[in-house]
């Protein structure tokens, strides 16, 4: 599309309050408040230095003149903070907490992309911050970014865009369209609080993350996974499998909530001439120069967060840090599964993933326990973030290579645990996909889930080995020793 600029406009309202106070919006309506936001918000990232930059704006924003080529001539205007704040109010402790959850939802769909999410302002580090207008001139000039307006369901007295969840321009994130005015490296994820949720009227983070990673997803140029039946479409925005509760799938660009994993998606090859309906195949291909911009890199996955990569091979394994109890040392023995084929990324089948690899030696015969956890820790070191996009396997081997036992997957699917009894001797765990997911909704086409994402390792019963250097120090002093005793006993 080198001329047309197209857009998405959401109009699902998923569980979010569709209530606005009318003496609250008139006093907005009125306001002039570009260039102040809200203070109080905390400092994330998830993959800095990576391609592609997601930045998650919740301080509210000053959008300067109309927005996209559409018709209607869209004006957005100021929109007010996330969870409703004023510009001069400071987020309370409650309020940060959802923007991590946002934050870490966003991430966890992205986590095995070249993408990083992050609520600190790239106009900053650039110098072009002084006010609102700097920083979009800013962003729709910097190729592979873009910027996520999450504010208020308060869009200014035009109430733009009606009551929608969020909208996106459509492939629009690569490179940047010199000249053209067409960038639109900004979006928009609106919220309101939930009244009378027992959480104090705080915004649902995980519910919006979810939504913003929806948005996203359009401007790595995804359309949505609908429902079909034969070749009509029954529901734009896919709910997934037809039933809630542990293993139930959705895909991030249908619904995006009220199933247990919401993760990318293969739909239904007979959607109604849409071509495009491999989502990590149309995201890796997001390389732009075709369209006319300039800038633009090609995504491509990560096997690893940064510094920490692992082994994908029983000779390449990685060694299992664990500490002196005999724990392991689960901020390093973490990864992400990936697709084995950018060129054709296939959701079924746990042979079309990577496969990460630990190994760890036992001194004697121990009872040990290890565990794959699902998900990134991102918010709490140890404890993973809500619900990960992957769903993980767990095998071990001995040191002849030959598979001695499995983790038993707990019931809510969101990790499994080996424990057994071995001996001494060398050991390797590897960490896999469950091999995806078919969609379980009868009334609809068939479609298939990835299990894609990050996970980490804990566990107990390590016991460590004394290195050889050591044991021969160890006996060097003992010999030392008994010399020093000897030579001590003749001068008596």
């Given amino acids: 599309m080198p001329s047309t600029f197209s857009f998405t406009r959401e109009t699902r309202r998923g569980f979010l309050s569709s209530i606005i106070c009318a003496g609250v919006s008139l006093a907005f309506s009125a306001v002039s408040w570009a260039d102040q936001h809200t203070a109080g918000v905390p400092a994330l990232s998830s993959r800095p230095g990576a391609e592609y930059t997601v930045y998650l704006n919740v301080a509210g924003f000053n959008y300067s003149g109309t927005w996209g080529n559409d018709p209607g001539g869209n004006v957005p205007g100021s929109t007010l903070a996330v969870n409703d704040r004023g510009p001069t109010d400071t987020f309370t402790a409650a309020e940060q907490e959802q923007i991590k959850a946002i934050w870490s939802r966003v991430?966890?769909?992205?986590?095995?992309?070249?993408?990083?999410?992050?609520?600190?302002?790239?106009?900053?580090?650039?110098?072009?911050a002084g006010t609102d207008a700097a920083r979009q001139a800013f962003y729709d000039s910097t190729a592979n970014l873009m910027h996520t307006v999450i504010g208020s369901g308060l869009r200014g007295a035009t109430n733009w865009q009606g009551s929608g969840d969020g909208v996106s321009g459509l492939d629009v994130i690569s490179g940047v369209s010199a000249g053209t005015g067409l960038n639109n490296h900004t979006n928009w994820m609106f919220t309101e609080a939930q009244a009378g949720a027992a959480n104090g009227n705080v915004i649902n983070g995980d519910y919006i993350g979810a939504v913003a990673s929806h948005e996203n997803g359009h401007a790595f140029g995804l359309s949505h996974q609908s429902d079909f039946t034969g070749s009509t479409k029954v529901q734009d925005y896919s709910a997934g499998d037809a039933s809630p509760g542990n293993g139930s799938y959705v895909p991030i660009m249908g619904a995006a909530s009220d199933r247990q994993r919401v993760t990318w998606r293969v739909g239904d090859t007979t959607q109604g001439g849409q071509t495009v309906v491999n989502d990590l195949a149309r995201m890796l291909t997001v390389d732009a120069v075709s369209n006319g911009r300039t800038g633009a890199a090609d995504l491509h996955f990560v096997n690893g967060f940064l510094g920490n990569p692992i082994g994908h091979t029983m000779p390449t394994a990685t060694a299992l840090s664990f500490l002196g109890d005999g724990t392991v040392n689960f901020s390093l023995a973490t990864g992400i599964i990936?697709?084995?084929?950018?060129?054709?990324?296939?959701?079924?089948?746990?042979?079309?993933?990577?496969?990460?690899?630990?190994?760890?030696?036992?001194?004697?015969?121990?009872?040990?326990?290890?565990?794959?956890?699902?998900?990134?820790?991102?918010?709490?070191?140890?404890?993973?973030?809500?619900?990960?996009?992957?769903?993980?396997?767990?095998?071990?081997?001995?040191?002849?290579?030959?598979?001695?036992?499995?983790?038993?997957?707990?019931?809510?699917?969101?990790?499994?645990?080996?424990?057994?009894?071995?001996?001494?001797?060398?050991?390797?765990?590897?960490?896999?996909?469950?091999?995806?997911?078919?969609?379980?909704?009868?009334?609809?086409?068939?479609?298939?889930?990835?299990?894609?994402?990050a996970y980490f390792i804990t566990g107990s019963g390590l016991t460590v080995v004394p290195e050889p250097g050591t044991v021969i120090l160890f006996g060097a002093g003992l010999i030392v020793m008994c010399l020093r005793r000897k030579r001590r006993a003749a001068a008596l």
């Fill in 338 to 453: 990936v697709p084995l084929s950018e060129a054709n990324p296939l959701a079924i089948g746990a042979g079309n993933y990577t496969q990460d690899w630990f190994q760890f030696t036992l001194a004697d015969m121990s009872a040990i326990s290890l565990t794959v956890h699902d998900g990134t820790q991102f918010l709490m070191a140890g404890i993973a973030d809500g619900v990960g996009t992957l769903r993980s396997t767990l095998e071990i081997y001995n040191g002849l290579g030959a598979l001695i036992g499995s983790g038993t997957e707990d019931g809510s699917t969101l990790f499994e645990t080996y424990s057994s009894s071995l001996g001494a001797g060398t050991y390797f765990a590897k960490v896999g996909s469950f091999g995806g997911h078919d969609q379980v909704s009868a009334a609809f086409n068939p479609a298939q889930y990835f299990d894609t994402g």
């Fill in 107 to 128: 991430s966890q769909s992205y986590v095995g992309l070249n993408v990083n999410v992050t609520t600190v302002d790239p106009a900053i580090a650039a110098g072009q």
